[in-house]
């Protein structure tokens, strides 16, 4: 078993749709979690943390659940510039180490 | 303030050759880490220094080294190289080690390796 697992899709969605990516992890001392966006050839870059409590950036909603050891990324109102891999990662305690999944491909079209 | 930079860019090599990339972290960053992304799949981590010591290892075979620099820079050689060696390899700076608050690593654009 993977230690991030994602789906890797892609999903083709319209502009303006609501789009929702899972990610589950094996280690259950994992601590810490996040999710990187990557374009096209491009190096990853940080989208946001994932906190225990959910958190909200704009358009992006994050969620932990670590009962059932999975994250969550929902994004609203899909622009075309939403386009990209979306990278699930998972950090165990003191933070290297850092686990990638192998993204899920999100393609928004007009 | 210049990122995360590393080179060579783009490198073509033949099986059984040696290699050696290199990175330049953010001024200030003290943590480096290299990871290996082959198209199609998602970093997958090789080594992390920090204050030029190894604080991590992935699963990667004992061809693969590196160092780290007093000014923080970093080197990832990698010996007798195969096929499947040909990747994009990341350099990536944080600014401290074992943040679990932020996390926030920094990439550079990486280093396309093809192996012939």
């Known amino acids: 078993r993977k230690e991030v697992e994602q789906d890797p899709g892609p999903f083709n969605v319209p502009e303006g749709a609501t789009v929702a990516f899972n990610c589950t992890y094996s280690?259950?001392?994992?601590?810490?979690f996040f999710w990187y966006r990557q374009d096209c050839r491009k190096e990853p870059k940080l989208l946001m943390s994932?906190?225990?409590s959910g958190n909200e950036d704009g358009r992006f909603t994050a969620q932990l659940n670590r009962a059932s050891q999975y994250i969550s990324l929902l994004i609203r109102d899909s622009k075309l510039s939403d386009s990209a891999t979306y990278l699930c990662?998972?950090?165990?305690?003191?933070?290297?180490?850092?686990?990638f999944g192998a993204g899920t491909r999100l393609f928004v079209k007009a | 303030d210049a990122g995360v930079t590393q080179s060579p860019t783009h490198l073509i090599k033949t099986r059984g050759q040696q290699v050696t990339l290199r990175c330049s972290p953010i001024?200030?960053?003290?943590?480096v880490s290299w990871y290996q992304q082959v198209l199609g799949q998602g970093p997958q981590f090789i080594f992390q220094?920090?204050?030029?010591?190894?604080?991590g290892r992935g699963n990667f075979p004992d061809r693969f080294s590196a160092r780290q620099f007093p000014n923080y820079s970093s080197e990832l050689n990698v010996n007798a190289l195969l096929l499947g060696d040909s990747a994009l390899y990341l350099c990536?700076?944080?600014?401290?080690?074992?943040?679990?608050?932020?996390?926030?690593?920094?990439f550079g654009e990486g280093s396309r390796l093809t192996v012939l």
């Open positions: 990536a700076s944080s600014v401290d080690f074992g943040l679990p608050h932020t996390g926030e690593l920094f």
């Open positions: 280690n259950s001392a994992s601590q810490s």
């Open positions: 994932v906190y225990s």
């Open positions: 990662v998972v950090s165990p305690t003191g933070g290297f180490k850092t686990i």
């Open positions: 001024s200030g960053h003290k943590s």
């Open positions: 220094y920090y204050e030029k010591e190894e604080r």
